[in-house]
């Protein structure tokens, strides 16, 4: 077989996957076991209950990646795995398959950023089509559930512009649809309750850090939300999110245009320093219906490109690992091993 096959692996959080892709980004096959259903249990992700689930899914999930790409271990060019940031227990698993497979392989193994691989996601399509051609400078902003990062990205760096002090914008999602007895994922809930709300209902403070940059803030928002809770008598117990009351419907709704309009007020103070050309949306939070309409409305009428990447590749999956990874491979060569080392912590713009 002639063509470059990258093998990605992916364990940073609670999401097991493993991919193939080939030199032209083509996706051949993402397989993603999750393990929302044992973490719903607690509310939110249980570090060893997650590094345990990775330890027992990795092989099966290994294997149909490599099946459904109708392959042999024999014939990847390059494994790709997560490194950093995550939980380390977790991504320890992923990363010791991912040298040990490529160790008996005799091929280059390649520790990769987990937002680097949102980053570059929206490049990507789901349906076996070559990737789209990565033009550079672009700016990207990767909202998840641990990270909002707004980046700028040239062949050769990714400078950080901004990024969340406190909550995540997907963390906001989940802690507010705990406390008021909704299911856990929250974001996906709220994003399908707001579709029937009125977002211009409820006033709430949009977090700005009072030192003048241009830093995220989602805790008063989070702490906004708790005193609404509070006083409509909402107090955790399980409420079915088909048969909410139209005032909880319409809190919710204003709950997700604050953070659609806090990200998209820093993407607009940006765009007014520096001009954006593209922006490249990408993370588990991108997957939400408002904020996709808003940037997309906004490139239209700022005539900036937007990519948004497709819903399925909008969480934590391994192709995205497996792209970001080909990519620097391509561009530095292969990797220097000590930097093969997990890491809990890993900011972008950091070699
Ligand atoms: O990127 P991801 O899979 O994991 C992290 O790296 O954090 O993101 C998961 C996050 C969760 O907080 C989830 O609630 C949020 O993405 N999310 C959404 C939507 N779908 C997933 N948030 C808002 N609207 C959605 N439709
Ligand atoms: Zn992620």
Redesign the pocket.
């Known amino acids: 077989m002639t063509e470059f096959l990258t093998l990605g692996i992916e364990t ?2 609670d ?1 097991t996957s493993a991919a193939v892709i080939d030199g032209e980004g083509r996706v051949r096959s993402n397989v993603i076991a999750s393990q929302a259903a044992a973490h719903a249990l607690y509310g939110g992700v249980v570090p060893e209950v997650a590094a345990r689930a990775h330890l027992e899914n990795l092989p099966a999930t290994f294997e149909k990646a490599l099946a459904d790409a109708g392959i042999l271990l024999s014939d990847v060019n390059l494994v790709a795995a997560t490194a950093g940031p995550g939980l380390i227990g977790a991504l320890l698993v992923g990363l010791s398959a991912g040298k040990a497979l490529a160790f008996a392989r005799g091929v280059p193994l390649y520790p990769v950023n ?1 937002l680097e691989g ?1 980053l570059f996601s929206a490049y990507l399509h789901a349906d076996g089509s070559p990737a789209r051609e990565v033009v550079y400078p672009f700016h990207g902003l990767v909202v ?4 909002a990062e707004l980046v700028r990205v040239e062949s050769d760096r990714v400078v950080p512009l901004a990024r969340t002090r406190d909550d ?4 906001a ?2 802690k507010v649809a705990r406390r008021a007895g909704l299911p856990y ?4 809930v ?2 399908r309750i707001a579709a029937r709300g009125d977002g211009s209902r409820v006033k709430l403070p949009v977090g700005r850090v009072s030192d003048g940059s241009r830093d995220f803030s989602f805790s008063g928002l989070k702490t906004a939300m708790l005193r609404e809770f509070a006083r409509l008598g909402v107090d955790g117990e399980p409420l079915d999110p088909d048969a909410l009351p139209q005032e909880l419907v319409d809190l919710f709704a204003s709950f997700q245009r604050a953070v659609v309009s806090a990200l998209l007020g820093r993407v607009e103070d940006v765009h007014a320093a520096e001009g954006i050309r593209r922006l490249a949306l990408s ?3 991108a ?3 408002e ?1 996709r309409a808003a940037l997309a409305g906004w490139g239209r009428e700022r005539g900036v490109s937007v990519l948004l990447p497709e819903r399925s590749l ?3 999956n391994a192709a995205m690992i497996a792209w970001a990874g080909l990519l620097r491979f391509r561009r530095d060569g292969p990797p220097d091993v000590a930097a093969g080392n997990a890491r809990s912590r890993w900011p972008l713009g950091v070699a």
């Open positions: 940073s959080c999401e987990h949102h998840s559930g641990g990270h995540a914008p997907g963390e999602f989940d994922p929250g974001g996906p709220i994003d993370g588990g939070v997957a939400n219906t904020l909008t969480t934590d």
